[in-house]
């Protein structure tokens, strides 16, 4: 039986990916999935974290836009997060998959304060760990979050599943002759201003030599495809 090619993983998921069709709130089809996938996982014996994105509910200072003090639009990112992290843990719950959510900030009746080696711990033990509240600071994303988690439980990859099924050269929603690439450096990423995470996320994976995989999280067979070292979606890395 072919093994993984990864032991150890972070998974990051957008918000939006989470809502479906509905664009907002929470997709329970899409959730039950995603869970499945997981689980699969979890008994080929991978170890996962995972970090949620709250864009299904709300998006910092997009959202906040001019009417909000930046620092608290953010916490309320911080609090979305939150939502979708509970979600996704009780729908693995319900699945027989041990987990646990921890929070950057502290939120003691919801969850886990985040204390790098109590995550650790879970994970040898099996237990999948999901982080929530981002970087627990305003001014940062949910991408920087995950590649500072991956840093911290020395995951061996980023694996970002979104709702495009890799990177482009261009939005492929608006031009249909956008170019995907199967292969990236990180200073190409960028020089090029590509979309794969904001830039400090992207320095930071570098600076960590941590890849990260961009894959389409519409079929949930595609974590389970990354983690057994298929070649799909976008790979970013060093030369």
């Not at 991978?46 to 709300?58: D, K, M």
């Not at 639009?73 to 921890?102: C, F, P, W, Y």
């Not at 990859?157 to 099924?165: F, G, L």
């Not at 990180?186 to 020089?191: G, Q």
Request: glycine letters at 8%.
């Amino acid at each position: 039986m072919q093994k993984p090619l990864y032991k150890r993983i972070l998974l990051k998921i957008s918000g939006e990916a989470l809502a479906g069709e509905k664009k907002t709130g929470l997709d329970f089809t899409v959730i039950d999935s995603v869970c499945d996938a997981v689980k699969e996982c979890v008994e080929l014996g991978v170890e996962i974290g995972i970090v949620i994105g709250g864009g299904n509910f709300w998006r910092g200072a997009k959202d906040g836009g001019d009417h909000m003090d930046r620092t608290r639009a953010d916490h309320m990112g911080m609090l979305a997060t939150t939502i979708n992290s509970l979600a996704v843990a009780d729908v693995l719950e319900q699945k027989g998959v041990n987990v646990r959510v921890q929070t950057a900030i502290e939120m003691r009746a919801f969850a886990e304060p985040y204390v790098r080696n109590r995550a650790v711990r879970h994970l040898e033990k099996g237990r999948v760990v999901i982080f929530a509240c981002g970087t627990g600071n305003p001014f940062f994303s949910t991408d920087t979050a995950a590649v500072l988690r991956a840093a911290e439980i020395d995951a061996e990859v980023i694996m970002k599943a979104t709702n495009v099924d890799g990177v482009y050269d261009s939005d492929p929603k608006k031009n249909p002759d956008a170019k995907k690439f199967d292969t990236l450096t990180y200073n190409e990423v960028l020089a090029r201003h590509l979309a794969v995470m904001d830039s400090t996320a992207t320095s930071l994976s570098m600076d960590n030599n941590i890849p990260i995989i961009v894959f389409a999280l519409r079929d949930r067979d595609n974590i389970r495809r990354v983690i057994m070292g298929e070649k799909i979606g976008t790979i970013v890395k060093e030369d």
